[in-house]
């Protein structure tokens, strides 16, 4: 749809178009009907539980109008399979809803869909719906459906005290180095973890407040040190590595915690993912029904450990400071 | 939180009181995990399929900057409620993502949740999750998720000849008599006709829209009599009362098909739902590999049927005409 607006082509015309790119037939991944009627109709497998997302994703807000649209479409979906995979499930089905301006550039939209698609079929999910509507602001809202054994779903309020806290891959400043758009969801990860982790969640929102959700829903307190964290080259590279890890967010990384008794866990991460770091990073402390979270720094180790801000990334704020 | 700006109230304060607002606590409906987690946690019911669907509302496209928020919420909600009536199911999970400028009220953002919970509610559908994020105009989108006996969805694509057309309600004027904002999703009619009709969609974007997408997926034939038409006051208070009803959509209505043999339907319906009118409107032909849609106008009734264009509202194009 390349050189044409989308009021030229027409919404019949795109749906078609989308319909034939992402080859949603019916019958693949317990799908009975996909995109063509009023809803999709898919078959959940016995016995399972399904994890339910929705994440948009707004030019000017998650992405540049400079970005590539695949890069775009890439970070639509991959946000929500990561969220997915943070639950220990398996991505099943998705459903796209796309608004953009008249003018817009058909090339640009299916440049989002094919960013969309790929990382949806290198992790099996299938698109069965979705909708396109005219707005000023291109957005992209994607809603996925994920699938795990009944009562097997990892959420932040399982940690315990005496966990392992650990972290997969690196973390800090995703924006600054373009990695927000190009970062890879720990969809096998998350799945391998569903038997090991006790809590787990990824980190959108910063290792800073993604933590604090772990504390908070688990109603524990928690410690880490500054000088155990995975910092990836942006991070190190900024004036404050600690302050990148901790707060930027949009590192889309695993974290969670592991019993202390599971004693074979590094090893066997090593085994499963010899690729990609899993850093243990603090610990979990007594149960407290008013949480804290504590780092200590990394330059001063032999201090009492600090209690860690918990603010993030917030839509709406502007000061983005919490007491 | 009304009087106070989104900006001020910020994103945590915001979740935290639409988890409140909502009575959204898991062990209700099959929900294992609900708003507080990255994802929710549900469990299908056995040996039932799930019906999955997203939808939009835009201001300036769906409702304006004038309209009753509580409204515009209902409106979000009852578009979604009415595409899964439309295939016999009953609503189970929803999940909103709402945009919204940091300087929007929060009473405003309040009133628009209170009617999505309003009409969520009164169907049986339990909010699970969502996502607030930041945004120049104001879009909800809502995914819902309904659930029904394997095997049992009515697609629009089971149409058969010989086949009686019906509608639900009446037809027409829908945005210039505001009813666009306060109808009622014909969630309980569209359970009942799923053992009673053999095709089924909702009237959404018009009746020639709506009953081409009928043809064109059962591949079958069409006709129609513009007298039979149930008009609304709206659109026959209008200068086209046929045209009102064929284009001007968000009718919300079910159109939909049922077997000449089945001779007691208009009394079953009758006996079902003494409120609601149920109107035959015409036939479905014979079967076709490029089907047709022919309607008899209403003054003019000896004549030849004529066709009936497909267009209908089209999100992106300006001329909305179809040749």
Request: no cysteine.
């Given at each position: 749809m390349s050189?044409?607006?989308?009021?030229?082509?027409?919404?019949?015309?795109?749906?078609?178009?989308?319909?034939g790119m992402n080859g949603c037939d019916a019958g693949r991944n317990g799908v009975l009907a996909g995109i063509g009627d009023d809803c999709a109709v898919v078959q959940p497998e016995a016995a399972e539980d399904l994890v339910l997302k929705v994440d948009p994703v707004i030019m000017g807000r998650h992405f540049s109008a400079g970005d590539s649209p695949y890069d775009v479409g890439r970070k639509a979906m991959g946000r929500v399979l990561s969220d997915i995979?943070?639950?220990?499930?398996?991505?099943?089905?998705h459903l796209v809803g796309l608004a953009a301006p008249p003018h817009a550039d058909g090339g640009y939209i299916d440049g989002i869909y094919e960013g969309v698609a790929s990382l949806a079929g290198k992790y099996g999910s299938v698109l069965v719906g979705g909708d396109t509507s005219c707005s000023d602001v291109i957005s992209i809202n994607v809603f996925g459906c994920?699938?795990?054994p009944h009562g097997a779903a990892r959420l932040r309020s399982g940690a315990e005290p005496g966990d392992?806290?650990?972290?997969?891959?690196?973390?800090?400043g995703s924006f600054a180095s373009g990695r927000h758009l190009r970062f890879e969801p720990r969809v096998r990860?998350?799945?391998w973890l569903r038997d090991r982790a006790n809590a787990m969640t990824d980190v959108s929102d910063g290792l800073a407040a993604d933590l604090w959700h772990i504390a908070e829903e688990s109603g524990v307190n928690a410690f880490i040190a500054a000088s155990l964290i995975p910092y990836s080259p942006a991070a190190l590279g900024s004036p404050d590595p600690a302050a990148a890890a901790f707060f930027d967010g949009e590192d889309f990384e695993l974290l969670f915690t592991v019993p202390a008794?599971?004693?074979d866990f590094n090893s066997d991460w090593k085994s499963a993912f010899p690729d990609l770091r899993c850093t243990p990073i603090g610990v979990i402390g007594e149960k407290s029904g008013n949480p804290f979270v504590k780092y200590s720094?990394?330059?001063?180790s032999g201090a009492h450990p600090r209690a860690l801000p918990?603010?993030?990334f917030d839509h709406f704020r502007t000061d983005k400071e919490e007491p």
């Open positions: 050189g044409r607006m989308l009021s030229e082509i027409g919404e019949a015309a795109i749906i078609s178009g989308i319909r995979a943070s639950m220990g499930a398996r991505p099943r089905w994920g699938a795990l392992t806290i650990y972290v997969t891959g690196e973390l800090g990860e998350g799945i008794s599971d004693a720094p990394a330059d001063d918990k603010r993030g």
